[in-house]
């Protein structure tokens, strides 16, 4: 059977944590301070065996509006709530926040418990039952079970008992085949045992023995023991109560807000994309560029509010919204948060993550309005992960960026990424390669094409266009071997031709003018001519007079075919680089080995042109540097 949390919320002192000592036997009031104030100040946990057999585990908040955040930290992980009523007083300030907080973290389940029964009467009980159901119209406990009790007598309890078995029974249960994520709600040292955490296992599995990520600090720690409900276990699962005795981590580094992860599951992040809703009752306007304090999970943020749809959020109204924070957060796509106004504290809204790893995006933005419609609309992980990977454009997502944008495993995210491969939808990618999405990677196939086409247009002399021009000319985000792929693709598909470092479009040739022919003869010979000392072009062009312009567009071409060779920064005619070649090999040959000044002199050339020369034929793979010398690599003729 699957585990489940059961958590408590209501105003101070209607009863919360005697109720659970009623139905559980435990004090959840553990700490000192609690017990001589008779007050609750920080989370309290226990387990109870319901009726059914099953275990569920147990925790009780705070009711005080001074402990608010610590209420917050429990309330992330509960799946039943137990809505505490003291039927003297009826719905209280704190009743009614903590119900706005549940509302805005989306709790689905619940039962009204009416405390204190024993000190109404009958009548009076009927009342405060209208009362709630009419003011929980339209909140998630509108059809919820109403139940009075009295822990005094112990009126009601077997009957709430009862209830809390059947509204658990109807509760879906958390995804253990998720990635293991654990909020830290506290942590501890044990003598001789070392570093304990707890919280609730919001989703996934974990194991003795171990790896997890303590984020988000980015900590590696090994689990040894675990503990659920007070005993031993080797797995602990999503849905439970769960202490972890950590090796590896000081108490001091791990505390309540930190989250505890499958190892490499979660990235740390500092930018998030949320959709938000302003509570009705909040009391002023959403601003712009302010700072807030934002719940999520067991932690506390203060991030910098950037509203992205428009300069102002009234209460009641929703919207996307960016938050920024000074130091790296940890959150999942899909997560429920509130905020409080920074101050003084009021619960003013809530809403969920939908890009947990955002850009800094241009603000009032219709493109980015619309991917985060996208991201908010999809319905499903294929759907999610379909979106992301068009957010990502042509950057593209590898698969451990996607698992961890999915806060999922590394299994499922190769199964979804298969399913999109199925349909179409992913193309190129794979390892440490960013995947495309389809549309992005047509739009890069047109994109280039479209480059060349003008290029074509623009250097009708040219062979083509260089590589490296080409791909400065493609988005800088574009990963090498997506773009070495991409002009495989189009190769294969003889829409390009890429020669020599120099891409063109297929079926483009250059076709010389009589008059451009013979400028291009005349280039040729003067290189020839130029044999081991060339010439530098700059002080070619000019005898060329008004017809210089032409020339240095056909020397570019002339570049292009191969016929002069460029070597760092001189410029060889292929013919002159033949004979070189012929020059080395027949000196090696005969000596074994050659220097410089043997080039220089069997070229009849200076450094100047002997060592690029001979450095050239060592990047080619033609020779190679052996000291001061140079020998010939293996069967290169
Ligand atoms: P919490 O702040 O909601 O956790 O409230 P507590 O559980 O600490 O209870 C506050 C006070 O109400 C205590 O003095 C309890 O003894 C009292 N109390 C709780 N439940 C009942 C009940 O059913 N009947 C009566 N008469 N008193 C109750
Ligand atoms: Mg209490």
């Known amino acids: 059977m699957s585990h489940l949390i059961i958590g408590t919320a209501g105003h101070v002192d209607h009863g919360k944590t005697t109720l659970i000592r009623a139905l559980t036997g435990i004090n959840t009031d553990r700490l000192k301070e609690e017990q001589e104030r008779g007050m609750s100040i920080e989370l309290g946990f226990a387990h109870f065996h319901l009726p059914s057999g099953r275990v569920a585990g147990i925790v009780d908040v705070p009711g005080h509006e001074r402990f608010v955040k610590n209420m917050l930290a429990g309330a992330a992980g509960m799946d039943v709530v137990l809505l505490v009523i003291a039927a003297d007083e009826g719905i209280m300030p704190q009743t009614r926040e903590h119900l706005d907080i549940l509302q805005l973290l989306e709790a689905k389940k619940g039962i009204v418990v009416l405390t204190k029964a024993d000190l109404v009467d009958e009548e009076w009980l009927e009342l405060v039952q209208e009362d709630v159901r009419t003011q929980l119209a ?99 699962e999503a849905g439970q109560r769960v202490a972890l005795n950590l090796s590896g981590v000081s108490r001091s580094e791990v505390q309540r807000g930190d989250v505890v992860a499958a190892r490499g599951s979660m990235q740390p992040t500092k930018v998030i994309d949320v959709k938000l809703r302003l509570l009705p009752n909040a009391k002023l306007p959403l601003k712009d560029g302010g700072q807030t304090r934002l719940y999520l999970g067991t932690a506390e943020y203060l991030p910098y509010t950037f509203l992205l749809e428009k300069r102002e959020m009234k209460p009641g109204e929703t919207g996307y919204v960016q938050f920024r924070f000074d130091a790296p957060m940890v959150c999942a796509r899909g997560d429920r948060f509130v905020i409080r106004s920074y101050s003084p504290m009021f619960t003013i809204g809530g809403g969920i993550v939908l890009e947990p790893h955002a850009r800094k995006h241009r603000r009032f933005h219709a493109e980015t309005i619309r991917e985060l419609k996208a991201l908010e609309a ?36 190769a199964q979804i990424l298969r399913e999109l491969e199925r349909q179409n939808l992913v193309r190129l990618g794979g390892g440490a390669t960013p995947y495309l999405h389809r ?141 070189a070649k012929r020059v080395v090999t027949d000196y090696i040959r005969q000596h074994g080995k050659m220097t410089v000044a043997e080039f220089r002199n069997l070229t009849d050339s200076s450094r100047k042109y002997a060592v690029p020369l001979l450095e050239y034929f060592d990047k080619i793979g033609f020779t190679r540097r052996v000291g001061d010398e140079r020998v010939l690599r293996e069967q290169r003729e």
């Open 138 to 236: 339209g909140t998630f406990l509108k059809d919820a079970p109403i139940v009075p009790v009295s822990a005094p007598t112990g009126k009601g309890l077997k009957e709430l008992s009862l209830t809390i078995d059947a509204v658990c029974a109807e509760t879906p249960a958390r995804d253990a085949s998720a990635a293991f994520r654990l909020p830290v709600d506290r942590s501890f040292i044990i003598e001789g045992f070392g570093a304990v955490v707890t919280g609730t296992a919001i989703a996934g599995r974990v194991h003795v023995g171990e790896t997890v990520d303590i984020l988000p600090q980015q900590i590696e720690a090994r689990v040894r023991h675990i503990e659920v409900h007070g005993k031993e276990v080797e797995v602990a």
């Open 378 to 413: 999809a319905s499903d992980v294929l759907a999610t992960a379909e979106t992301v990977l068009q957010r990502a454009g042509t950057a593209g997502v590898t698969a451990n960026a996607l698992r961890q944008s999915l806060a999922t495993t590394p299994e499922a995210t």
């Open 439 to 579: 549309a992005v990677y047509d739009d890069l196939c047109q994109q280039i094409v479209g480059a060349l086409d003008n290029f074509h247009r623009t250097n009708p002399l040219r062979q083509g266009m260089p590589r490296e021009q080409l791909r400065a000319a493609l988005p800088k985000d574009l990963h090498a071997a997506n773009f070495d792929t991409l002009l495989g693709a189009l190769q294969a598909a003889q829409q390009v031709i890429a020669e020599r470092d120099i891409v063109r479009r297929a079926g483009f040739v250059v076709t010389f003018t009589d008059e451009q022919q013979h400028i291009a003869d005349r280039l040729e010979r003067t290189y020839r001519d130029g044999g081991f000392s060339p010439p530098d072009i700059r002080d070619v062009l000019p005898q060329f007079g008004p017809q210089r312009e032409l020339a240095n567009a056909i020397f570019y071409s002339l570049v292009d075919t191969g016929k002069l060779v460029r070597v760092a920064d001189l410029v060889f005619h292929e013919s002159v680089i033949e004979r």
